[in-house]
């Protein structure tokens, strides 16, 4: 398949395809015109780099996946570096959520005494 009927079935666009072509994610081949063609394999990679890319992981982060699934595993978090990866964000998404948490508190606290003061007073 070419490159727009890839975009259009990966549900991205072909600039995107380029870019992670530039990565060294995603490898067209050329046909003998110079036109890239991809193949039903480089659309199970574009899913999966957009599933990953959907929840919050940065492009580079989806490599492993991309390399497991072109080392010819069925899910491209079978190998060990993959999840590592998942370990890490993991680890990130606590550390971001603890630090959010922190902050509610923080608000709710200067909430609570806004409150106090604005009372009116009873006599």
């Not at 036109?35 to 039903?40: A, F, G, K, P």
């Not at 990953?52 to 072109?70: K, M, N, Q, S, Y």
């Amino acid at each position: 398949m070419r490159i727009g009927e890839l975009a259009r079935r990966g549900g991205t666009t072909t600039r995107a395809l380029r870019y992670y072509e530039s990565l060294g994610l995603l490898t067209a081949r050329r046909s003998a015109n110079g036109q890239r063609e991809y193949d039903e394999h480089d659309l199970r990679l574009v899913a999966e780099i957009r599933s990953l890319t959907g929840i919050g992981f940065a492009l580079e982060d989806t490599r492993p996946f991309v390399e497991c699934l072109r080392t010819g595993h069925t899910s491209g978090d079978a190998c060990p570096a993959s999840v590592a990866v998942y370990r890490r964000k993991l680890a990130e998404l606590d550390e971001c959520i603890a630090r959010l948490e922190d902050a509610r508190e923080r608000v709710r606290a200067q909430l609570d005494q806004a409150e106090q003061r604005s009372r009116p007073c009873r006599p």
